[in-house]
């Protein structure tokens, strides 16, 4: 009974700290006093009454001494993500207290306790995880809903706070990317690419590193330690250095790929590496595979290492060769340890924004896109509408598509894998 008492006590003291913070950051004691003749939210509504007006109105005086659409949306989602966590416990104290009264007689008071017990094991890991919990919703999640609500007002170089206010615009955004020509055809040729770069990268990378891994880990091989640093070179160095250092070997103008190669009378004239559309894509997808395969190297090898070798000696013995054996038993149990990092790696390559940033800025630019160059994927795309445009409402709208896509395939792949299952 003492506890129930605390449980309640809490209860209760959480509710006064809600009403409590709503008065002491709004003027309602001025307002029950009379002493406020016409009251307006957006000037005397507290922290929770004033952020949920904000959210819905984004706004009403325009100014540098008016209202901040941007900032009166972030205390929106925090007001309602607290009232949300607010409503979350009182409706859980409430089965709390109400389902062993309901579903046990008063008589027996023995199965109420073990009820109870095995209710506070189940919460405790709750409990442990909550305080991270807390932390992510306002470091992750407020962010997100953030981008996403974004999506649905005329946030851009036009809307820009606090000089002008923000409007919600409903579904217009999506309506514009699929309706104006030059946004469709932007999206579907920067989404093709962004698609083809994604698989291309990945499986470039993959079977590079098996192909090193496979070589490495064979008994006709000796040195395997020089071998292996050797290959893992490109994998220490950081990735934006080895990036740079590959923009300026294959500039047009100055590189000294196209200088050594006319030296030596192999070409007439230099080769645009990265400002002809074709080239530029070969060589990123080059640069990427030269950078990535060693990560793959390695995890390959660990995996090699620990496979069972007897497997191998019996289907020997059973006639296989080295193809069969290959094929039927090493590949399938690597490709069952392998598939998830390969979805993480496909999911990673589709955001891979350093790689196309670093050596081709996206370029060369196309006229017929918008505000896209040829090799620009969609988060350098959203990068530059964002900066350099100051479009960020048809950015959020790209976010939310990025994300749709990315979870979709990745949920599909994680669930068709073994690994996955097993879990």
């Keep these: 009974?003492?506890?129930?008492?605390?449980?309640?006590?809490?209860?209760?003291?959480?509710?006064?700290?809600?009403?409590?913070?709503?008065?002491?950051t709004g003027y309602w004691l001025n307002l029950f006093a009379g002493q406020i003749e016409h009251f307006s939210i957006r000037l005397y509504g507290g922290f929770f009454t004033k952020g949920i007006w904000g959210l819905f109105t984004l706004g009403e005086v325009q100014g540098a001494a008016g209202d901040n659409s941007t900032i009166l949306m972030v205390k929106g989602i925090i007001a309602f993500i607290i009232l949300v966590g607010f409503a979350v416990v009182y409706v859980y104290n409430l089965y709390d207290s109400l389902m062993p009264s309901i579903y046990l007689p008063d008589k027996d008071v023995g199965l109420k306790k073990t009820s109870r017990a095995k209710a506070k094991r189940k919460m405790f890991p709750y409990l442990v995880l909550s305080p991270s919990l807390i932390i992510i919703i306002f470091v992750v999640l407020m962010p997100i809903v953030f981008s996403i609500l974004t999506a649905f007002t005329n946030y851009d170089t036009k809307h820009q706070p606090p000089a002008n206010l923000i409007d919600w615009v409903?579904?217009?955004?999506?309506?514009?990317?699929?309706?104006?020509?030059?946004?469709?055809?932007?999206f579907g040729v920067v989404l093709i690419w962004n698609v083809i770069w994604a698989l291309a990268a990945t499986?470039?990378?993959?079977?590079?590193?098996?192909?090193?891994?496979?070589?490495?880990?064979?008994?006709?091989?000796?040195?395997?330690?020089?071998?292996?640093?050797?290959?893992?070179?490109?994998?220490?160095?950081?990735?934006?250095?080895?990036?740079?250092?590959?923009?300026?070997?294959?500039?047009?103008?100055?590189?000294?790929?196209?200088?050594?190669?006319?030296?030596?009378?192999l070409i007439s004239e230099r080769i645009p590496f990265l400002t002809n559309p074709v080239l530029a894509k070969i060589c990123i997808i080059g640069v990427n595979l030269w950078m990535g395969f060693p990560t793959f190297m390695v995890m390959i090898l660990g995996v090699l290492s620990n496979q069972d070798v007897s497997l191998y000696e019996a289907a020997q013995i059973d006639g296989a060769n080295r193809m069969q054996v290959f094929a039927h038993i090493k590949l399938p149990l690597l490709m069952r340890a392998m598939s998830p990092l390969l979805v993480m790696n496909l999911a990673g390559n589709f955001n891979n924004f350093g790689a196309i940033y670093f050596l081709t800025s996206g370029g060369p630019t196309n006229p017929k896109l918008q505000f896209a160059g040829d090799t620009d994927i969609l988060i350098s795309w959203i990068y530059k509408l964002t900066l350099n445009q100051r479009m960020y409402s048809m950015a959020a709208v790209m976010n939310i598509l990025i994300f749709i896509f990315i979870a979709a395939v990745s949920i599909w792949n994680f669930s068709r894998t073994n690994a996955f299952q097993e879990i």
């Design 1 to 24: 009974m003492k506890k129930e008492r605390i449980k309640g006590l809490l209860l209760f003291l959480s509710q006064i700290t809600l009403f409590g913070i709503e008065l002491i």
């Design 170 to 186: 409903g579904f217009d955004n999506f309506v514009k990317l699929v309706r104006v020509p030059v946004w469709s055809k932007t």
């Design 203 to 265: 499986l470039s990378t993959f079977f590079m590193g098996l192909l090193q891994a496979m070589m490495l880990n064979s008994k006709y091989v000796k040195h395997k330690s020089f071998f292996q640093t050797i290959y893992i070179l490109p994998w220490a160095i950081p990735g934006m250095i080895s990036l740079l250092v590959f923009r300026n070997l294959l500039n047009g103008q100055f590189s000294p790929v196209n200088q050594i190669l006319l030296n030596a009378g």
